[in-house]
């Protein structure tokens, strides 16, 4: 007869080695977009901060915290183990746009950071780490791309992710903003740089929601299709409308800056006016998928890619309101901030519930009559 010692003996290590199993698994596969969590748990903080819930934007500061040293950790080891696959990914015309993430998300951390602790030395070498990550992914993977021998068909490969250059490249001069007032010797040239990252924003913009609003309208578009990072095409404009008003509300007095603000003050309304009018399209959207793709509640990686924008036009829309003297904005950021607060919560649930029962599939895997070593 076998003992209960022997029991254990002989599961754990098979056990074990399942776990490890289904995690180098899910290490190969990790979504270049993956720092999404990091932006939406970013920007989720500074709207709650804007909106004078202290407690729940310091509690979204520490878990990005953990999040972000965590995923570079992830990163980096998928990178060693796996390099061909990762470079795969950079050149993919469809996974590739989510690299994009690890720069909006590094740069988000580092403005959480300066926001509500004043962690200045901190946001500086993110803004540079930033700004290096954004030139070794925008050029790797538009110039990988480009090159690239086979293509997929535009209806194929193009959805909302690529705004995620965007996001990405938008990050970078809100940063700056926040850093520049307080770095002496530098201010003219870090609110310069921001300047031109912002108009190199603009443009991205302006190019690729003219694909995407043609992949819509001119392609069929199923419910699979359809996925959550269309939410982006909100959140490239808001975030297109913060960095706008970021930027207007440090520049110093100068001619070339005195003769620009009008210019700016434009873009970033224009900016504004059309992340709101995205917003109904991408409800009657989602609950169009959901009648005629009805699925279960479960975690998808692509569900942050909803978090962050509703999250980023809270900040926006109260960046906004005070700084163009627009108080009645200001119950429409509030709202949308307890909208996203409300929808961070519910994806990370998703995500907790989802780790807990892949660990417990994998011990079913190993031990079905579920004896579970002590």
Same mark, same amino acid.
């Given at each position: 007869?076998?003992?209960?010692?022997?029991?254990?003996?002989?599961?754990?290590?098979?056990?074990?080695?399942?776990?490890?199993?289904?995690?180098?698994?899910?290490?190969?596969?990790?979504?270049?977009?993956?720092?999404?969590?990091?932006?939406?748990?970013?920007?989720?903080?500074?709207?709650?901060?804007?909106?004078?819930?202290?407690?729940?934007?310091?509690?979204?500061?520490?878990?990005?915290?953990?999040?972000?040293?965590?995923?570079?950790?992830?990163?980096?080891?998928?990178?060693?183990?796996?390099?061909?696959?990762?470079?795969?990914?950079?050149?993919?015309?469809?996974?590739?746009?989510?690299?994009?993430?690890?720069?909006?998300?590094?740069?988000?951390?580092?403005?959480?950071?300066?926001?509500?602790?004043?962690?200045?030395?901190?946001?500086?070498?993110?803004?540079?780490?930033?700004?290096?990550?954004?030139?070794?992914?925008?050029?790797?993977?538009?110039?990988?791309?480009?090159?690239?021998?086979?293509?997929?068909?535009?209806?194929?490969?193009?959805?909302?992710?690529?705004?995620?250059?965007?996001?990405?490249?938008?990050?970078?001069?809100?940063?700056?903003?926040?850093?520049?007032?307080?770095?002496?010797?530098?201010?003219?040239?870090?609110?310069?740089?921001?300047?031109?990252?912002?108009?190199?924003?603009?443009?991205?913009?302006?190019?690729?929601?003219?694909?995407?609003?043609?992949?819509?309208?001119?392609?069929?578009?199923?419910?699979?299709?359809?996925?959550?990072?269309?939410?982006?095409?909100?959140? !490239? %404009?808001? =975030?297109?409308? *913060?960095?706008?008003?970021?930027?207007?509300? #440090?520049?110093?007095?100068? +001619?070339? $800056? &005195?003769?620009?603000?009008?210019?700016?003050?434009?873009?970033?309304?224009?900016?504004?006016?059309?992340?709101?009018?995205?917003?109904?399209?991408?409800?009657?959207?989602?609950?169009?998928?959901?009648?005629?793709?009805?699925?279960?509640?479960?975690?998808?990686?692509?569900?942050?890619?909803?978090?962050?924008?509703?999250?980023?036009?809270?900040?926006?829309?109260?960046?906004?309101?005070?700084?163009?003297?627009?108080?009645?904005?200001?119950?429409?950021?509030?709202?949308?901030?307890?909208?996203?607060? !409300? %929808?961070? =919560?519910?994806? *990370?649930?998703?995500?907790?519930?989802?780790? #807990?029962?892949?660990?417990? +599939?994998? $011990? &079913?895997?190993?031990?079905?009559?579920?004896?579970?070593?002590?």
């Amino acid at each position: 007869m076998t003992s209960r010692r022997d029991t254990r003996g002989s599961t754990a290590p098979r056990i074990y080695a399942e776990v490890a199993r289904r995690a180098s698994g899910a290490l190969t596969g990790l979504p270049p977009g993956s720092f999404t969590v990091v932006m939406a748990t970013g920007i989720v903080s500074i709207a709650s901060h804007l909106c004078g819930m202290n407690g729940p934007a310091r509690a979204l500061l520490r878990l990005n915290q953990v999040f972000y040293p965590l995923l570079w950790l992830l990163t980096l080891l998928r990178l060693a183990r796996f390099p061909r696959r990762a470079i795969a990914d950079l050149e993919d015309h469809r996974r590739g746009p989510g690299s994009f993430a690890v720069v909006a998300g590094t740069s988000v951390f580092a403005s959480q950071l300066m926001i509500l602790t004043g962690d200045l030395a901190a946001a500086r070498r993110l803004w540079m780490l930033g700004g290096l990550l954004w030139l070794i992914v925008i050029y790797g993977f538009l110039g990988r791309a480009t090159v690239r021998g086979a293509k997929p068909e535009l209806a194929g490969a193009l959805d909302g992710s690529w705004l995620l250059a965007v996001v990405g490249t938008q990050s970078l001069p809100i940063l700056g903003a926040l850093i520049a007032p307080d770095t002496r010797g530098w201010q003219p040239q870090i609110l310069f740089v921001s300047l031109v990252m912002y108009l190199v924003g603009w443009i991205l913009f302006v190019v690729i929601i003219t694909l995407i609003f043609y992949r819509l309208i001119f392609f069929a578009v199923t419910a699979e299709t359809l996925t959550p990072t269309y939410w982006v095409t909100m959140g !490239a %404009a808001a =975030i297109t409308t *913060l960095a706008g008003v970021s930027l207007s509300s #440090v520049m110093p007095e100068g +001619a070339l $800056l &005195r003769d620009l603000h009008p210019f700016l003050t434009g873009l970033t309304l224009t900016s504004w006016a059309t992340s709101t009018w995205w917003i109904p399209l991408l409800v009657a959207l989602t609950v169009w998928r959901q009648l005629h793709h009805p699925a279960p509640m479960r975690y998808e990686p692509e569900h942050w890619a909803v978090v962050f924008p509703l999250g980023m036009y809270g900040t926006c829309t109260f960046e906004l309101s005070r700084f163009a003297g627009l108080a009645f904005l200001e119950p429409l950021a509030r709202g949308v901030t307890y909208v996203a607060l !409300a %929808a961070w =919560i519910v994806v *990370l649930v998703a995500l907790v519930w989802r780790l #807990v029962t892949g660990l417990m +599939a994998a $011990l &079913r895997a190993v031990d079905p009559a579920g004896r579970i070593p002590e």
